[in-house]
């Protein structure tokens, strides 16, 4: 791992919000996808040792992803996403919400504001950076989710690095 990569991971409680910044030492039209494909993105979304599964997705606005975490013992926690804006290669918006596996969501959600942009690196690579900004509609919401939510992103996080620097390989 490039030590000098920005990973910088703020919760503002007053705000129901949540910041993350973070760079890969990747190019932008491969961390994209890793967001925006399924096929990608159970790849790593999915804090270890659970597993991801995208039942659909329909990346355009207005579209959704209905997805479950899966854990070791086969229990699904599912969540659904519906794509409430997008501009290729540099921002999209979301709302997501848990849901029950009928698709019916628990609310209240959170919105997701993902922004990428390419720069040089340290090191003369390419480095794309995606800063995410979720905004809980409740703060008891976030209270309940965050520790967990805390060490799940950080790790889905490590494992999206780790799965870039393969598919960069190729």
Not at 46 to 63: E, I, L, N, R, W
Not at 130 to 154: A, C, H, P, W
């Amino acid at each position: 791992m490039n030590k000098e990569l920005l990973f910088d991971f703020t919760v503002d409680k007053p705000a129901k919000t949540v910041f993350i910044n973070r760079e890969f030492d990747a190019g932008l039209s491969l961390v994209w996808d890793a967001f925006t494909k399924a096929e990608i993105l159970d790849q790593w979304i999915a804090p270890k040792p659970m597993t991801s599964k995208t039942k659909y997705q329909d990346f355009k606005v207005g579209g959704k992803r209905f997805y479950a975490m899966i854990s070791p013992e086969g229990q699904e926690r599912w969540a659904i996403q519906e794509y409430t804006s997008i501009t290729p290669k540099t921002n999209f918006k979301m709302y997501n919400a848990f849901a029950d596996k009928d698709e019916n969501p628990e609310l209240p959600g959170s919105e997701w504001d993902h922004t990428f942009s390419e720069q040089n690196g340290p090191d003369g690579h390419r480095v794309t950076k995606v800063s995410i900004t979720i905004y809980n509609e409740s703060l008891e919401r976030l209270e309940r989710v965050l520790d967990g939510f805390t060490q799940g992103m950080k790790m889905s996080l490590s494992n999206l690095e780790n799965l870039l620097a393969t598919l960069s390989q190729k």
